[in-house]
């Protein structure tokens, strides 16, 4: 569930990006960050093996604009995509607002998508979250390559539903910013509706103003934002942190997530 700090008119957004291993979440990450004005983006924060495989998840906040005066803050997250890191994998799922499927496109890795995807319902589950309740989007990644699934196939098999899909090339950057687009753009409404729902319960509270019992604003949020994307690519700088244990990384998540919302007081 989003974070909302009405004394600070800041929400925070969790969007994380699942996937079986090396189907290109982090790329995905890198390219928003090199291609991201510094002013829209905090670092990337990435805890990972060292042969760059995710350990725990990589992290990459970026603020998604003032709309009215409620500032929107995206957490993107990437999961661990190797079967053994379950745990980081449970840890990283909870409380959020929208999902990226990043399926790797070639054929023998078919299977490993569709575990993954099966994977990724299992932890929702296991946390009382519906997957079909959950804004989601697919990326078909990797379409650069030969022998590959055709997007009918993916799309039968993962996507009965029809749900928004974008082939991509992340290495180049092709679908990563569309893809990012999709995603808010399904997320936000649902995040407004549940704040709205929820928070119909309770009398004035900062700056919400509430008429009657179910008729409640939250104020500047809107459904589309557009990216400030730049013409040059920066260079990566990220932050990497090669070890923790699991119990600090779970509540290193737990502050990152608190911590966008209280930042910048008005
Ligand atoms: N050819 C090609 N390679 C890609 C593409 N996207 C990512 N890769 C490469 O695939 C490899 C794995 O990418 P990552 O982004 O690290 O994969 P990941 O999903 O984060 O992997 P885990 O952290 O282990 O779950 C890297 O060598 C990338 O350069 C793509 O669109 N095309
Ligand atoms: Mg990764």
């Known amino acids: 569930m989003a974070f909302v700090n009405y004394t600070t008119g ?4 969790k969007i994380v990006y699942y996937g079986p291993g090396l189907s290109g979440k982090t790329t995905n990450l890198r390219y928003i ?4 004005d510094a002013d829209f983006r905090g670092e990337l924060i990435c805890l990972e093996t060292d042969t760059e495989r995710t350990l725990f998840f990589d992290l990459l906040p970026i603020k998604a604009g003032v ?25 990283v799922l909870k409380g959020v607002d929208g999902i990226v499927f990043v399926a790797d496109s070639q054929i023998p890795l078919l299977d490993a998508n569709l575990e993954s995807f099966d994977n990724l319902r299992k932890h929702l589950l296991d946390q009382d979250m519906d997957l079909n309740a959950i804004p989601l989007v697919f990326q078909y990644n990797k379409r650069d390559l030969e022998n590959l699934v055709p997007v009918e196939t993916f799309n039968s098999l993962l996507n009965p539903h029809g749900l928004p899909y974008i082939e991509s090339c992340a290495i180049k950057g092709i679908g990563v910013f569309e893809t990012l687009k999709q995603i808010t753009k ?5 995040v407004k509706e549940k ?8 009398v004035r509270r900062g700056r919400m103003k509430v008429k009657r019992k179910e008729e409640v604003e939250v104020p500047g949020v809107k459904e589309e934002i557009a990216f400030a994307a730049k013409e040059e690519s920066a260079p990566i700088r990220m932050t990497k942190v090669k070890f923790k244990s699991q119990e600090d990384i779970e509540k290193e ?5 608190k911590e966008f919302t209280s930042r910048g007081k008005k």
């Open 253 to 257: 998540l737990e502050n990152l997530a």
């Open 67 to 91: 709309i009215n005066d409620f500032k929107i803050h995206l957490q993107l997250m990437t999961v661990p995509g190797q079967v053994f890191y379950e745990s980081s994998r449970r840890s």
């Open 186 to 190: 399904q997320a936000i409404p649902r």
């Open 10 to 13: 800041n929400l925070a957004i």
């Open 195 to 202: 704040i709205t729902a929820k928070e119909s319960r309770f």
């Open 33 to 36: 960050y090199t291609n991201m």
